[in-house]
Each structure stands twice: as structure tokens, then as C-alpha cells.
């Protein structure tokens, strides 16, 4: 069973900085991506950014140029890099990890079974 655990969220003021983090164990496949969703209250869960297996990239529009998606060289570490943060970004944010090929990562993401419990980042005006 694959665990997932986020860290780093917290309160900011706009125009701060965090960092997310998200350690997966229990799993192992030569075709992943990871990726950070988020939900506030009242809305939709959103895409925020994606790695795939390749280290291909992708962004929402809302958050690229300040958010960066990276994982360690192992692979089983997933951190968010936030700057700039505005107070639309807050929400709660998801940590994902999937079984899916490059050129599928982008759009089966969300279907994956395997999500942490997610880390609240708040930030104020």
C-alpha cells in the first residue's frame, strides 16, 4: 500500500514563501508521476503542478512562473516550492502519486488511488 505524506504547509502573509514536501513509501514502478493538487472551501480540486517519470513538467496557469514542482533523485520525494503567494492560493493541498506513463500523467493524475491527507496552506492579505 503506497503512503503518502505531506508537510510544510502553514500561514503566510501575501508575497511569502513555502515549501511543501511529500515523502512516498511502499511503492515502486518504472512509470510515475507525481503531482500537487489543492481545494479550498467551496471549490473545485485543481491541478497545481505535475512531474512525470521523464521530469516533464506542467502548471497551472494560475500558479507557473511562481510555484516549481521537483522530486529528489531517489524519486520518492515530492516538494512544492511556492513563492510569491497570493491569497487565492490558499487551499488544502494534496500530494499524488499514479502509475501512469509520461505522455498519460497530465490527464489520469487525478484518477489515481493514492493521495495523502493533504497540508492547509493559508495565506493572508
Known amino acids: 500500500q503506497v503512503e503518502l505524506e505531506e508537510s510544510g504547509g502553514g500561514s503566510v502573509q501575501a508575497g511569502g514563501s513555502l515549501r511543501l514536501s511529500c515523502t512516498a513509501s511502499?511503492?515502486?514502478?518504472?512509470?510515475?508521476?507525481m503531482g500537487w493538487f489543492r481545494q479550498a472551501p467551496g471549490k473545485e480540486r485543481e491541478r497545481v503542478a505535475i512531474?512525470?517519470?521523464?521530469?516533464?513538467?506542467n502548471y497551472a496557469d494560475s500558479v507557473k512562473g511562481r510555484f516549481t514542482i521537483s522530486r529528489d533523485n531517489a524519486g520518492n520525494t515530492l516538494y512544492l516550492q511556492m513563492n510569491s503567494l497570493k491569497p487565492e492560493d490558499t487551499a488544502m493541498y494534496y500530494c499524488?502519486?499514479?502509475?501512469?506513463?509520461?505522455?498519460?500523467?497530465?490527464?489520469?493524475?487525478?484518477?489515481?488511488?493514492?493521495w495523502g491527507q493533504g497540508t492547509q496552506v493559508t495565506v493572508s492579505s
Open positions: 511502499n511503492y515502486a514502478h518504472p512509470s510515475y508521476c
Open positions: 499524488v502519486v499514479g502509475y501512469f506513463s509520461p505522455p498519460q500523467c497530465s490527464t489520469l493524475l487525478r484518477f489515481s488511488s493514492y
Open positions: 512531474i512525470d517519470s521523464d521530469g516533464r513538467t
